[in-house]
């Protein structure tokens, strides 16, 4: 093999490009881009090939850099949201507990069964004791 065949075609195919027309459109946006950061200094004639793997795999772990932050955040956004229904619950549950407290008090409870008919004894309970 001769080497790198694809530079020799984009000079030829660029050489016939200059060729058939014989004043540029300096106009269209690559062009302005092209002359203002001057890449055609930067690359010469075309992208060395050699410069296309290192290229892929930073471009990959920038991927993969991005997702992870990406993934993180939602991770961080599901947890705030649990975190936020644990406390809610946490909040119906001393509730709950200081009503179950007040409702099982005696004087709760006797004001509740004295509709069932069932009344509080008021005298206190006595011990039997055998002789």
């Known amino acids: 093999m001769e080497g790198n065949t694809f530079k020799k075609k984009l000079k030829r195919s660029s050489n016939e490009n200059r060729s058939q027309s014989s004043e540029p459109n300096r106009n269209n946006v690559f062009a302005i881009i092209d002359s203002k950061l001057k890449m055609s200094q ?3 004639d075309g992208i060395p ?3 296309v793997p290192p290229f892929l795999y930073a471009a990959l772990l920038a991927l993969i850099y991005i997702w992870s932050n990406h ?3 939602g991770t961080i956004r599901e947890i705030e949201k649990l975190q936020q229904e644990v406390e ?3 909040a119906d549950v001393t509730t709950l507990e200081a009503e179950y ?3 099982s008090k005696q004087s709760e409870v006797a004001k ?3 509709a069932l008919g069932i009344y509080e004894i008021e ?3 006595y011990k039997i004791v055998e002789e």
């Open 42 to 44: 930067l690359l010469g």
């Open 49 to 51: 090939v050699r410069l």
């Open 71 to 73: 993934k993180a955040e």
């Open 88 to 90: 809610d619950l946490r």
């Open 101 to 103: 407290m007040f409702s």
């Open 112 to 114: 509740k069964i004295k």
């Open 123 to 125: 005298e206190p309970p």
